[in-house]
């Protein structure tokens, strides 16, 4: 695991783009007490999801494919 400090406005890059731009731009947007709340900038082709989110897509398709094998 990468682990980065940033401060508020400032950002992180992900990986390149085939024109030249980035995948993925996290930016650190505010820091409230224990709470951070960042803005995601990606790449056309890339789906960002909350990692709870991914989770239930994730155990919904091994479900799925479990069922039809």
């Known amino acids: 695991m990468l682990v980065l ?3 508020s406005h400032e950002s992180v890059l992900v990986g ?4 030249g ?3 993925l731009k996290v930016t650190v947007l ?3 007490g224990d709470r ?3 803005g995601l900038e990606a790449y ?3 789906d960002v999801q909350r ?4 989770q ?10 479990g069922e039809t094998g």
């Open 21 to 23: 731009g980035c995948l």
């Open 51 to 54: 990692l709870e989110i991914w």
């Open 5 to 7: 400090t940033r401060k």
């Open 36 to 38: 951070v709340r960042l």
């Open 16 to 19: 390149n783009t085939p024109d």
């Open 56 to 65: 239930q897509i994730r155990a919904a398709e091994t479900a799925k494919s």
């Open 30 to 32: 505010e820091i409230r």
């Open 44 to 46: 056309v082709d890339v």
